[in-house]
């Protein structure tokens, strides 16, 4: 089976960063990333992290749903910049030959998971929770926003009516975590 997703063309425009220049000597800090899912009828779901947008595209690539949802954009703030930096490069920072361009904002968000009902449950970049879990806004399988709700990890899969992690505990040991959904 063959499932025509969609343009090519119409992901690189989304994708591409705003400037046209060379990216050579040019770090780009928050690149726009392509994620997508099967879903249970065999349509792709996709959103690219700059957009708080997703389309779902039937094996014909003719797109069938969008799911879009209005959001304040995250601002990057200086301390951000700072803390991203040091991650990347440690103490001393970027290379000399290397100009890093930073958006002004974060990405929409930071990734997504479909579970076996079809509902999307997005992780958006949000600073407000950062040390108590991971947020995630719910939609069902009409693309219904539902909630925003705090787990305390990233969601690795959703299937039966469990939701799974992996989680650290104070001695740095992971393991994996399973929870039960239970909608009220």
């Known amino acids: 089976m063959k499932i ?10 989304r994708m591409k960063p705003a400037t046209s220049t060379s990216l050579t ?24 992290t700059t957009e708080y947008e997703f389309r779902i595209v039937n094996p014909d690539g ?19 910049r700072d803390k991203r930096a040091k991650e990347i490069w440690g103490d001393q920072g970027p290379p000399s030959d290397v100009r890093v361009e930073w958006p002004a904002n974060f990405p929409a968000f930071q990734d997504f998971v479909l579970d076996d009902r079809g509902w999307l449950f997005v992780r958006p970049y949000s600073k407000t929770n950062e040390d108590k879990g991971d947020s995630y806004d719910i939609f069902d399988t009409e693309g219904r926003y539902l909630a925003r709700v705090l787990l305390p990890a990233r969601i690795r899969l959703i299937k039966n ?6 989680e650290e505990d104070e001695e740095g040991r992971r393991s994996m975590k399973r929870y039960s959904l239970e909608w009220r």
């Open 25 to 48: 000597g040019k770090r780009f800090i928050y690149f726009p990333l392509l994620y997508f899912e099967v879903t249970a009828e065999g349509n792709v779901l996709w959103g690219i």
């Open 62 to 80: 003719k797109i069938i749903k969008k799911i879009v949802k209005d959001y304040d954009p995250e601002k990057l703030t200086q301390e951000d």
């Open 4 to 13: 025509r997703c969609c343009s090519i063309q119409e992901m690189w425009t």
């Open 161 to 166: 009516g469990k939701l799974y992690t992996i």
